[in-house]
């Protein structure tokens, strides 16, 4: 049961442009949203998040809007440039003990190819 | 550097050994995780420790056994390995941002077995 899913396996955008990459999700019970960011042979790296309370998020070029009702979110970048090329995954937490371990559920990821 | 480290970063070994991965960070986290990346690219938790005790442990096989001998480091065991254990797998460590915990990832030890 794949309960966060980006339906895009890859994504071309002109350098300067705005990337959008889309995430859907199906568990109402997720309270935190997260964007990573991939470089081949490195792990994820925490790019933007948001809480479920809130609409939208903004950090320097990077924005993260929730449509909880849709139970959708996206990423926003602008303007794209050539070092924004990697694979973004989608992950959604669960806070699952009082110590404050995070289960987080990946997409499957969306590979962002920034053209100059 | 600070950072989340894992060892070895390739392993390929017959079916039916038993192999461990090593992880280990220095960001003085309390909290650490391991995950597996399988073929279709899906990014899967597998356990999660706080300060050497198990928090999160998913349906994973018997098979893999996870140690922690001090917060600082989670190590991996895999017995009698199967062909469907060839994955990338990931550790990672947290630290508490604001309500939520920012998760730290190492490079990866892609596991093939042959």
């Known amino acids: 049961d794949q309960q966060v899913k980006q339906n895009s396996p890859s994504l071309s955008v002109q350098e300067g442009r705005i990337s959008i990459l889309n995430c859907d999700y199906t568990n109402s019970m997720f309270d935190y949203f997260l964007w990573y960011k991939k470089y081949p042979a490195e792990g994820p790296t925490f790019l933007i998040s948001i809480s479920s309370i809130k609409d939208k998020n903004e950090d320097g070029r990077f924005t993260v809007f929730l449509n909880k009702s849709a139970k959708h979110l996206s990423l926003h970048i602008v303007p794209s440039q050539p070092g924004d090329s990697a694979v973004y995954f989608c992950a959604a937490s669960a806070r699952v003990s009082n110590f404050g371990n995070e289960k987080l559920t990946f997409g499957t990821g969306t590979r962002l190819t920034i053209i100059p | 550097d600070t950072a989340v480290s894992q060892t070895p970063k390739y392993l390929v070994t017959q079916m039916g050994n038993d192999k461990s991965i090593k992880c280990e960070q220095n960001?003085?986290?309390?909290?650490m995780y391991w995950y597996k990346q399988d073929s279709k690219k899906f990014l899967k938790i597998m356990f999660s420790?706080?300060?050497?005790?198990?928090?999160i442990n998913e349906t994973v096989p018997n098979r893999f056994s996870p140690k922690s001998p001090d917060k600082a480091h989670l190590n991996l065991h895999i017995n009698s390995l199967e062909l469907g254990d060839s994955a990338v797998y990931f550790c990672?460590?947290?630290?508490?941002?604001?309500?939520?915990?920012?998760?730290?990832f190492g490079p990866g030890t892609r596991l093939t077995v042959l």
């Open positions: 420790y706080n300060n050497k005790e198990l928090i």
């Open positions: 990672a460590s947290s630290r508490l941002r604001g309500s939520y915990n920012e998760q730290f």
């Open positions: 960001l003085g986290h309390d909290t």
